[in-house]
């Protein structure tokens, strides 16, 4: 059974930080590219970061300077660290998994809720 974890949300203030992590089971977790998405209410999923197998890096615009993604391919775990938190950062965080070369054979996460505010 494909699992995938996230953990790490919470409330903080504007300029504070926070760790998500997104454990992996089930699956040859270093097959996986790896993103993180969010999602507002109401609002679609954006991509946020993404990390692939072979570790190519990038970001949205918005978190470009602020977020950092890593994986651990021993661990079968994907981090984000957030730092300089803001606001608009407001949203749940989905982690996803997608095979390097099966086409739509991808997984989710359940979501974890990151709330910026004073």
């Known amino acids: 059974q494909v699992q995938l974890v996230e953990s790490g949300g919470g409330l903080v203030q504007p300029g504070g930080s926070l760790r998500l992590s997104c454990a992996a089971s089930g699956i040859i977790f270093s097959d996986f590219d790896m993103r993180w998405y969010r999602q507002d209410p109401g609002e679609q999923r954006d991509l946020v970061a993404m990390i692939t197998t072979g570790g190519t890096i990038d970001y949205a615009d918005s978190v470009k300077g602020r977020f950092t993604i890593s994986r651990d391919n021993v661990k079968n775990t994907l981090y984000l660290q957030m730092n300089s938190l803001k606001p608009e950062d407001t949203a749940v965080y989905y982690c996803?998994?997608?095979?390097?070369?099966?086409?739509?054979?991808?997984?989710w996460g359940q979501g974890t809720q990151v709330t910026v505010s004073s």
């Open positions: 996803n998994a997608k095979h390097k070369l099966i086409i739509n054979l991808q997984y």
